[in-house]
C-alpha cells in the first residue's frame, strides 16, 4: 500500500475502451479505478487478470500488471498468481458467460479454498463479443441469435451459486450507481479471502429486454438491517427476491484463506520427524 494516493486517472492505461457507446461496463471500470485510488493501492503490486469477451478486456485499461487469458480460464489463471505472489492484490473481471458457462466448473473448486482473491462478474446475460447468443444468466424467452424465438433456458442465480459453495464475501450492484459499486469494490478488495461481485452491466447492442431503465425499474437496495453474517438469510434474498433486483452485501464471513491454511500445513510439516521436501527440492535450484 502506499501512504498517498494516486488519483484514479493515474490508474488509466493509455489504451482507450472500445465499448459500445452506453455499454455499461464503463461504469464498472471508473469505479473500479476510484476504489484503486481510494484504497491506495500501488499499480505495480496488483495484477488484473481476465478472459474473454467484452469485460474481459479490463487488463488493457488498467494500469496494473495485466492478463488477457483463455476463455473461462481466468479463475484458476489468477489462483496461480495469488499463490505464487500473495502480496498482490490480484482482482479478476469476466462476464456471465465466460465466468458461468465454459469457466462454470472452475468456481465452486476457487470458492471453497477461499483462495484471496476479488472476482467481478459483469453480468448483461448475454454474450456481447460473438454477437447476442444467450448466455448462462439470460431469461426465459430472451431473444437471441441463436434463438430468435426465445431462450428455453431457466437461468442460474450468481448469488445462490456462489453462496452455496462457500464464498466469504458476496454482493450484487449496478453499474449505473457508481457511488454504491465504488465502495462495494472497496470491500470486496479488503476482504480477506475470497470475494464475488455480481454487477448488473447493461448490454444495450444485444440485449434489448434487459436495458438500464428496466433495471432502475427493479433495483432495491439491500434491508439496512440486513445481517451480513447469516447465510440463510442471504441465500433468502438471493432466491426469492421475486422480481426485485437487491443490491448490496448479502454476505460476509471472516474465516483463514488459503494461503494462510497452507502456511499451517508447512508448520507442522516442519515439525514432524518426516523428511524436509522444501529444503530437498531446494537444492536442485541454482
Known sequence: MLMEAIPAKEYKSEVTPVWCPGCGDYGVLNSYL?????????????????????????????KTYGIHSLHGRALPLAVG????RPDLNVVVTCGDGDGFSIGGGHVPHVVRKNIDLTWICMDNSIYGLTKGQVSPTSSVGLPGSTTPYGCPDEPINP??????????????????????????????MQHKGFSFIDVISPCPSFNKRDTFKAYKDVLKPIPEDHDVTDKVKALDI??????????????????????????EIKKKSKASDKPDYEAIIDTFKA
Open 159 to 188: 448469488m445462490a451459486y456462489t453462496l452455496t459453495y462457500g464464498a466469504t464475501f458476496v454482493a450484487k450492484a449496478f453499474s449505473g450507481n457508481p457511488k454504491e459499486l465504488t465502495q462495494i469494490f472497496i470491500k470486496a
Open 81 to 84: 498468481v495469488k499463490l505464487a
Open 34 to 62: 476510484k476504489a484503486l485510488s481510494e484504497l491506495k493501492i500501488d499499480y505495480n503490486k496488483a495484477v488484473t487478470v481476465s478472459g474473454i469477451g467484452c469485460s474481459s478486456r479490463f487488463p488493457f485499461f488498467v
Open 238 to 263: 438471493a432466491l426469492n427476491s421475486g422480481e426485485k433486483l437487491i443490491t448490496g452485501i448479502y454476505y460476509k464471513e471472516e474465516k483463514p484463506d488459503y494461503w494462510s491454511m497452507l502456511n
